[in-house]
């Protein structure tokens, strides 16, 4: 039996590499093979060709074709990959008219923010883009995009939660703080696409509250499809900081460099607006980090199941800055460190593919599958 696994492929993209991920996993099934269908945005872009609602239309018929060959269709869906959500602009359904067999869809993120207009225009478009008997089950990554999913009007939905990923080798913060001349810092780290969702500029406020011997590091740089300025104007932010000699943004990490980066880490800090999930915060329980963030129900969630999180108010300078101070000596931080290593020996990705391989045979059986593992 062959998967066709539509997603963005080998590109700066966190769903790039969490498919790369769960299909290497995957493959220690043998029942299923998994053939990858490079698609999106991104995707077209890298390879230089032209972009735009006519030819994506074309690019997307090559797509459906290829993926047609296999026995299910496995769509990893975010909605800038399929044009955003503007009306009429995103080509998911476009694409789902195009399948001729069983779709299953890995929803990423759900967006319903901005304005009441700009919410219920999201809404109404969200609302529509899976409505098609080709899509034999939704996944979620958590429960509150789940609860979104059926407040859309959407009922067969599951949850696959993300995994922690395994690293081979995990230094202590003395070593990576030793490679990267830092041993005399109290290191304070956000890891991710430096995106407006993350609320990044909280933190140069609650700088202004943190020890002198406090370094903020960014480690990320901006998306590739971010075309709102926000990653210009936080550098701006902090160059017109008294604290800048504080802040230090790396540009985008190669994978050595960001597992570098937060070894070194004291702790990390999350602040975001909103969110649907985050890989980003997994590669970081891996590393056995405290997390501070922002008090929202996906983080939550990742709260209540692994212990490793401090959650305060979100946009509250002084709440973040409280919290980074009172995790400063390294005996507050022990219980949260030993949850987070507890909590990454159980999520593993080859749990979470084996509860992939049972959503494939529920499928193909026709039958709703038993696997929800939040």
């Excluded at 890298?46 to 994506?56: A, F, I, K, M, T």
């Excluded at 967006?111 to 034999?136: C, H, M, N, W, Y």
Aim: aromatic residues 10%; proline residues 5%.
């Amino acid at each position: 039996m062959e998967i066709a696994m539509v997603t963005s492929w080998q590109v700066k993209c966190g769903i790039a590499n969490y498919t790369a991920e769960l299909i290497s996993a995957l493959k220690q099934f043998h029942e299923f093979q998994i053939k990858v269908v490079p698609a999106g945005i991104q995707v077209w872009s890298e390879q230089g060709r032209p972009l735009g609602w006519r030819n994506e239309r074309k690019y997307w018929l090559e797509v459906a074709e290829a993926a047609n060959e296999a026995n299910i269709v496995h769509i990893q869906f975010s909605p800038h990959f399929f044009g955003g959500l503007k009306p009429f602009r995103n080509l998911m359904p476009f694409f789902l008219r195009r399948i001729t067999k069983p779709a299953i869809v890995t929803v990423h993120e759900v967006d319903i923010t901005g304005s009441p207009l700009l919410r219920l225009v999201k809404f109404l478009v969200q609302r529509g883009l899976f409505r098609s008997e080709k899509v034999a089950h939704l996944v979620a990554l958590t429960n509150f995009t789940a609860e979104q999913l059926k407040g859309l009007g959407y009922d067969r939905v599951t949850v696959i939660p993300m995994w922690v990923p395994s690293l081979e080798r995990v230094l202590t913060a003395e070593e990576a703080k030793e490679q990267l001349n830092l041993l005399s810092k109290y290191v304070v780290t956000v890891f991710g696409f430096i995106v407006a969702r993350r609320g990044y500029e909280i933190l140069i406020e609650a700088l202004n509250f943190l020890p002198e011997d406090t370094l903020l590091v960014f480690a990320g740089g901006p998306h590739p499809l971010d075309r709102t300025g926000y990653y210009m104007k936080l550098l701006a932010r902090i160059a017109e900081s008294p604290k800048s000699n504080q802040v230090h943004v790396t540009g985008y990490l190669a994978e050595e460099e960001v597992d570098l980066w937060l070894a070194a880490s004291d702790i990390v800090v999350a602040p975001f607006r909103y969110l649907s999930g985050s890989a980003s915060l997994m590669r970081v329980l891996a590393h056995g980090k405290t997390i501070v963030a922002s008090h929202l129900p996906p983080l939550i969630e990742l709260a209540q199941q692994s212990g490793a999180l401090v959650l305060v108010s979100p946009k509250d300078a002084m709440a973040f800055a409280e919290a980074i101070k009172n995790l400063k000596e390294p005996e507050e931080r022990v219980r949260y460190e030993q949850a987070a290593k507890e909590f990454a020996q159980r999520q593993t990705v080859n749990h979470i593919a084996e509860a992939h391989i049972k959503l494939y045979k529920s499928v193909l059986q026709n039958k709703l599958p038993d696997i929800v593992l939040s």
